[in-house]
């Protein structure tokens, strides 16, 4: 029986960050915890909040479950990771601008030449372009999990469009009109201004051809994405315009978004839609969502893009492994948060492992998302275990295995009151001419009993994140 | 060598187009075989947009024409001096890493019988550049030149098999073959003077480079069995034909597209 750090209880004791919400669930009547749930539901049900998280798939007009019980930080575990996430954010973004520009890290031979260049991420097209201040990735998202008190682990890093970013806020919010009480009997950190930092964060890497106040817009892939509440919601929190492909169109260098009072040219897009549909003459040509030639304009530095294109090449399973030999190459620094121990399948000897002990490893396929095309070895039949054995002797390169961690548990509320349940954690690094992060993330929670899937697709919800003031 | 060039490609509409948008590798490359002496790019009634070099070293000029459009003109005209280098591209600056060549595309995938011909054709070769030329020749003599069997989507897999097609089809087979056997290779795209008579023809051509270490990228032209020297006039590359495309356009609304291309060449002996 796996030894689990539960956020909340140390033995008997209640650790600190969660010392004043102890009394508060002792003391709330059942039936008024229903009636709050059924409250919170129905403001999620009121906002339209209904999306999935990036990549999940899954019905987008389902509702993610939200558990009441906020998950808690104090300021000092809190800074440490901070520090942790804005030194990886920093290295992932020196490590893409190195590989698009002389690609030191590969000639050092920090990192295999195929598993940048010949990455399906790599954007051949986008190579000698250097972005304004050198930022690929301006929004980070780190999923992080945790093992112990000090032990933190970084599962994955998102460097195109990380989303789940107004769940982050809308949890807040509501948690805030649910509870009044609890937010002025703790000190808590305010997420509220992300949305600023956002707009700091995108206006600070306008072209250098823009002269005046960027203007700045959402592109979106348009309603039927899962995500579409997101852009929405971001869009309005911002103050920017919210834009479809069909909306912008390149004329003289630049970038104009059509308005009913005549095109207004367009000097910063943070794009919701994947590099490959971006532009139909430099990527997909069947693709409807983008715009044709914005490539071009990008490229001669009249717009930019955020993220960057080619962004991805960092965030790719594979290169993944590296990240802590890019914070020593490019910081000079020891990575402050840990990878979890990776094996790949590319490798035979670390294959020949995997295949040997499959029964207790997580395996991933590189370019798989949301817990899909995934074996968790400990919760698997025998029959799951040899079908996803056959597959990974098919294609090695495919698969990466990590040991099953024992993820921290905080107290959810359940069917028959408060019960441990599994979280993962994702802030989101805002990169620009200062690095950011609001205190507090995304936390999800796998609400099945001993689940350690987190993914809203797979039976997750999600909870609010407090930082304690000091 | 002093080539003369007038190329112009027309698109017409049948119903007039809301807008159109061009991205133009309509430039001879700068390096120790090209030596540009005038060129001028410009598209009919178009506003011209941003302009750079990519990594792989090509000018690229995006433009651009308000509706309605019922015809585009694209011209570039002008005059290039090259010297044959037994088609090595020296002193040509560029960024892109050769690895990322590797990478596969619908239309050099290779097949078994790529793969067959390329393992065959580099058997018993001393090295690289010997691979090169031993692949290039194994091209040239599996697909006859013949126009009119393939199309713009064929692929080199396609085009092998028939055992005909044109430039295209022999560039797409001889990157395919080339990444077989681990050598990046790469799509390029530019003109070829091909009448000993000096009088002006049509001359868009195409063929591939391959890189090779310590020399560097080498074009080989299997669809004329040879390197391209003083007769060639390099635009630009890619991974493959439409990446290297040296005119990329997009018109919007519903009309039916037709094309016109008319290139004349002529050669001014020194």
Known sequence: MTNYFNEMYDGGKVREPYARLEGWTRDMPAELRQMKQAEAEALFRRIGITFAVYGEGGDPDRLIPFDMFPRVFTQLEWRRLERGIKQRARALNAFLLDVYGRGEIVRAGKIPARLVYQNDAFERAVTGFTPPRGIYSHIVGIDLVRTGPDEFYVLEDNCRTPSGVSYMLENREIMMRMFPQIFRENRIEPVDGYADALRRTLASVAPAKCEREPTIA????????????????????????????????????????????????????????????????????????????????????????????????????????????????????????????????????ECKYVLENLGDLVVKEVHGSGGYGMLVGPKSTKEQIESFRAKIVEDPDNYIAQPTLALSTTPTFVEDGIAPRHVDLRPYCLVGEKIELVPGGLTRVALTEGSLVVNSSQGGGVKDTWVLAE | MILTVNHVTTYQYDVPMRSAVQTLRLFPSRFD??????????????????????????????????????????????????????????????????????????????????????????????????????????????????????????????ALSLGEGVCQDHAHALIAAARAVGLPARYVS??????????????????????????????????????????????GSGADARDAAPIKGIALGVGEESLDVAVALEATQQ
């Not at chain 2, 018993?124 to 031993?134: F, I, K, M, N, Q």
């Not at chain 2, 020399?215 to 635009?235: E, K, S």
């Open chain 1, 218 to 349: 959402i592109l979106t892939p348009g309603h039927y994405n899962s995500a579409y509440y997101e852009h929405s919601f971001l869009a309005d929190l911002m103050g920017v315009e919210l834009v479809e492909g069909a909306d912008l169109f390149v004329e003289g260098g630049f970038v104009w978004m059509r308005t009913t009072e005549g095109p207004k040219k367009l000097d910063v897009i943070y794009r919701r839609i994947d590099d490959a549909y971006l532009d139909p003459l430099c990527f997909r040509p069947e693709s409807m969502l983008g715009v044709p030639g914005l490539m071009d304009v990008y490229r001669s530095g009249g717009v930019s893009i955020c993220s960057a294109p080619g962004a991805g090449v960092a965030d790719d399973k594979a290169v993944y492994t590296f990240v802590p030999e890019m914070v020593r190459f490019y910081l000079g620094e020891e990575p402050i948060l840990q990878n979890v121990p990776t094996w790949q399948c590319a490798k035979a000897d």
């Open chain 2, 33 to 158: 075989g090209q030596r540009i002496i005038r060129w001028d790019v410009s598209v009919e009634g178009g506003i011209r947009g941003g302009s750079f070099k990519d990594g792989a070293g090509d000018r690229i000029e995006g433009w651009s024409v308000r509706g309605p459009v019922s015809k585009v003109t694209i011209t570039a005209s002008g005059q290039v001096e090259t010297i044959d280098l037994a088609g090595v591209l020296r002193g040509h600056r560029e960024q892109v890493p050769p690895l990322s060549y590797l990478c596969e595309t619908t239309a050099t995938w290779v097949d078994d019988a790529l793969e067959t011909l390329a393992n065959e054709a580099v058997l018993g070769a001393e090295d690289d550049l010997d691979r090169a030329h031993r692949l290039s020749r194994a091209v040239s003599a599996a697909i006859a030149y013949k126009p009119g069997v393939t199309q713009a989507h064929t692929t080199a897999a396609e």
């Open chain 2, 190 to 235: 530019g003109y070829l003077f091909a009448r000993d008579d000096g009088e002006p023809h049509e001359a868009t051509h195409a063929w591939a480079e391959v890189h090779v270490p310590n020399i560097g990228w080498v074009g080989f032209d299997p669809a004329n069995a040879c390197c391209p020297d003083q007769r060639y006039i390099r635009l």
